[in-house]
């Protein structure tokens, strides 16, 4: 089943979701320590992966183009009247204004942008191979039950994106071998990852509290990044 990985993904997440909010009673310095752990780990993990790029340059221009589309577009104000129409649409039940929209957004940014999704993902379509998406999902169903102790419900909505994102790129890899290239492959993973990792390094940012980035508006580095790698490949 191709799309296993992804399901037990999206499943793992909403698991996560429904016992944190059962934990909310959590004291308030255990809650602010966790997150400043979680925060420091995806420093760590974006810093790693921003370091794989084998092209850095592209990796530049990826960045910069993506988050002029992305603050042309002003995906990080979609997502987020997203999540107030979810808030209007159930209530907001948290002792927190908009916090269903800021976990819904917090959650969807952690657990969309990364390696571990696209190559799970690539992986689940191309091989059936379904491990690193199993293993995502046990660090994606742990965070998302801290995330929901301490952001809200809002972080169960996550689900939805993470399954449709991983989805739909598992069922695209089931073809890709059929016309790209094993290295044009291998070079995407790479470079997405770099993307993907300065990406992540500014979740972290945020979620120490010690920046504001838009990070929702640099999505469509990705996109830009696939263009410059399928360029650099018949140049």
């Known amino acids: 089943m191709v799309l296993l990985g992804s399901l037990v993904n999206g499943l793992s997440i909403l698991a996560g979701s429904i016992i944190g ?27 790693q992966m921003g370091l794989k790029s ?32 979810i808030e209007r649409k159930i209530g907001n039940h948290s002792n927190r204004s908009g916090s269903i929209s800021e976990g819904f957004v917090t959650a969807t940014l952690i657990f969309v942008i990364g390696a571990m999704g696209i190559v799970g993902a690539l992986d689940s379509g191309i091989r059936g191979n379904h491990q690193v998406l199993f293993t995502k999902s046990i660090l994606d169903g742990f965070t998302a039950l801290i995330l929901s102790s301490t952001l809200g419900m809002g972080v169960l909505f996550s689900a939805i ?4 994102y991983e989805g ?3 069922l695209f890899a089931t073809q890709i071998n059929h016309f790209v290239p094993k290295e044009m ?25 010690l920046t504001k980035i838009k990070v929702a508006n640099f ?13 650099y490949h018949f140049v």
């Open 161 to 164: 994106p993470v399954f449709l």
């Open 219 to 231: 999505l469509p580095s990705l996109v830009v990044t696939v263009i410059l790698v399928i360029f």
């Open 21 to 47: 909010k059962f934990l909310h009673n959590i004291p308030e310095g255990i809650k602010n320590a966790v997150m400043h752990a979680i925060g420091l780990a995806v420093l760590v993990l974006g810093l």
């Open 168 to 170: 739909l790129i598992a």
């Open 54 to 85: 084998e092209n850095f340059l592209a990796v530049v221009i990826s960045l910069v183009a993506g988050v002029v589309i992305g603050e042309w577009m002003a995906l990080e104000d979609k997502l987020n009247q997203l999540g107030i129409w």
């Open 185 to 209: 492959i291998d070079s995407f993973i790479t470079e997405m990852t770099s993307v993907g990792g300065i990406m992540i390094f500014a979740i972290g940012l945020n979620v120490l509290g």
